[in-house]
């Protein structure tokens, strides 16, 4: 991976090769009078956000849900 850094004047005139750049895999750091100011990275995005309580009351537990499997059932699982 390569670092570039580059001056806004710089990244005005050739932006599609930054980003083509970036799709790349390296790193441009956009500086304004020498000092970086940004960092141009690759999109990602944003993951999916977890609702709890979705599916309150619609499901039920048993009450001895946490209670040791029969030994028939847990023969049922090990196959032949």
Known sequence: MNT???NIHEVTAYISE????VQQGDDVIIARDG?????????RAPRSVRRFGVLAGQVKLRDDFDEPLTED???SFEGD
């Open 18 to 21: 930054f980003v083509r750049a």
């Open 73 to 75: 059932l847990l023969k």
């Open 4 to 6: 570039k850094t580059l």
């Open 35 to 43: 000092e970086p100011v940004a960092r141009l990275v690759p999109y």
